[in-house]
């Protein structure tokens, strides 16, 4: 258990909905990093906020947003969805003050677009 | 830009054999390496990291990784591999850029066969 909790695990949702997954990093842990793994994309980095704001983007879609809040959990909104974006999406968080930056992952959650 | 290359796909080899799974990785700045395992349907679990120091990087479940300069490579190695290590590996690179996202290799799925 890596201490990050992703809730729900598992999504199933109609194509043109709205969708919120959520992600509580490890205590004490500042960044959280949001990744979409599906079969033909493999791990995409999305974004990365830290203390509540954004740091980095990645290949995030205009359809996809995120915040991070005051308590540094985070929460990811896709809409409009699309069959494509059926996929695994973990949430990751790191420590303060490492360089290095270990990431610890969440066993993710599973949407499936129908 | 930074970005990781995993040769293999996949990677059969018989219970007791070794293994080794190659990452070569490109980037101009200084960088911090990584080894991922996720076993079906789980998160990702850290096994090793380079950050600096001594290039022969020891991990969890007898796995190790020599991180080469020259070559650019950061290859995982185990002497005897079980049943149980059966699962997906990701090499990843991190740093430089302020970020420290994760860019992430497309996967090497080791598969232990009795």
């Known amino acids: 258990d890596s201490g990050v909790t992703q809730t729900p695990k598992h999504l199933i949702t109609a194509t043109g909905q709205r969708v919120t997954l959520r992600c509580s990093p490890r205590?004490?842990?500042?960044?959280v990093y949001w990744y979409q793994q599906s079969l033909d994309q493999g791990l995409q980095f999305l974004i990365q906020?830290?203390?509540?704001?954004?740091?980095a983007k990645g290949n995030i879609l205009e359809r996809f947003s995120a915040q991070q809040f005051p308590d540094l959990h985070s929460e990811l909104n896709l809409s409009s969805l699309e069959l494509g974006d059926s996929a695994l999406y973990f949430c990751a968080s790191s420590p303060p003050g490492t360089p290095y930056n270990e990431q610890f992952f969440g066993p993710g959650t599973r949407l499936t677009v129908l | 830009a930074q970005s990781v290359t995993q040769l293999d796909s996949q990677v059969p080899v018989f219970e007791e054999a070794p293994v080794e799974l190659r990452c070569n990785y490109s980037s101009s700045v200084s960088v911090y390496l990584f080894w991922y395992v996720q076993y079906p349907n789980q998160g990702l679990q850290l096994l090793l990291k380079?950050?600096?120091?001594?290039?022969l990087v020891k991990g969890i479940n007898g796995f190790e990784a020599e991180f080469n300069k020259s070559q650019t490579s950061f290859h995982l190695r185990k002497p005897s591999v079980h049943i149980s290590d059966t699962a997906e590996y990701f090499c990843a690179v991190s740093g430089g850029s302020g970020t420290y996202k994760y860019i992430f290799g497309t996967g090497t799925r080791l598969k232990v066969l009795a």
């Open positions: 205590s004490g842990d500042l960044s």
């Open positions: 380079y950050l600096s120091g001594s290039t």
């Open positions: 906020y830290y203390n509540g704001e954004e740091r």
